[in-house]
């Protein structure tokens, strides 16, 4: 079975613009997690989606917005874009919003100039 | 509220070694906790997950960790260190409700030298 997928795998953007990122989950797994990952640091959460619906959401300003669609795979967009947003982006899924069975994507590296 | 606590950010070792890294939780619930690795360039790889059964969990690629609830500590080990343990290691914590999400601590580099 495939695992985690995201796209695209580097993505170089300008401050300012708007960027989407994309996660497919592993089949059958009904709730997705997004994270964010400085450089150097551990990964921080973001957002929760469960049956296409928010169940939680990390303390990120408003520029950051998820959706999950009835596929479950989801979208992460980040809104005028800050040099501070610059990060590797996981997703991960579990199947029924178990908290010990989070598998992760390779992630998205984003960078902003 | 949950965090972790992972004490040091670089931990050399030689080939052979033992491997211990540190991982302290805090928790105001009983928690699920985790060792994650990371390899350059790659996601989070689950390597062991303590969910309240035994306190001894071993995971893949011969690590272990002990849930010490007195301690509040859930160190990784590894009786003898091989090359392609090189990684980064994440400790993380979860509340135990179908909703809870990971509080990742912020890693400890593993440096293996021959």
């Known amino acids: 079975d495939a695992g985690v997928t995201q796209s695209p795998t580097h993505l170089i953007k300008t401050r300012g613009q708007h960027v989407t990122l994309r996660c497919s989950p592993i089949s059958g797994h009904k709730s997705v997690s997004w994270y964010q990952q400085v450089l150097g640091q551990g990964p921080q959460f973001i957002f929760q989606?469960?049956?296409?619906?928010?169940?939680g959401r990390g303390n990120f300003p408003d520029r950051f917005s998820a959706r999950q669609f009835p596929n479950y795979s989801s979208e992460l967009n980040v809104n005028a874009l800050l040099l501070g947003d610059s990060a590797l982006y996981l997703c991960a899924s579990n199947p029924m919003g178990q908290p010990y069975e989070q598998y992760f994507g390779p992630g998205t590296r984003l960078t902003v100039t | 509220a949950q965090s972790v606590t992972q004490l040091g950010s670089h931990v050399s070792v030689s080939e052979g070694a033992l491997v211990l890294l540190r991982c302290n939780y805090s928790s105001s619930v009983p928690p699920y906790l985790f060792w994650y690795v990371q390899y350059p360039n790659q996601g989070l790889q689950l390597l062991l997950k303590?969910?309240?059964?035994?306190?001894l969990v071993k995971g893949i690629n011969g690590f272990e960790a002990e849930f010490k609830k007195s301690e509040t500590s859930f160190h990784l080990t590894k009786p003898s260190a091989h090359m392609s343990d090189a990684a980064e290691y994440f400790c993380a914590v979860s509340g135990n409700s179908g909703y809870s999400t990971l509080t990742f601590g912020k890693g400890t580099m593993l440096l293996v030298s021959p």
């Open positions: 303590y969910t309240s059964a035994a306190t």
């Open positions: 989606y469960y049956e296409k619906e928010e169940r």
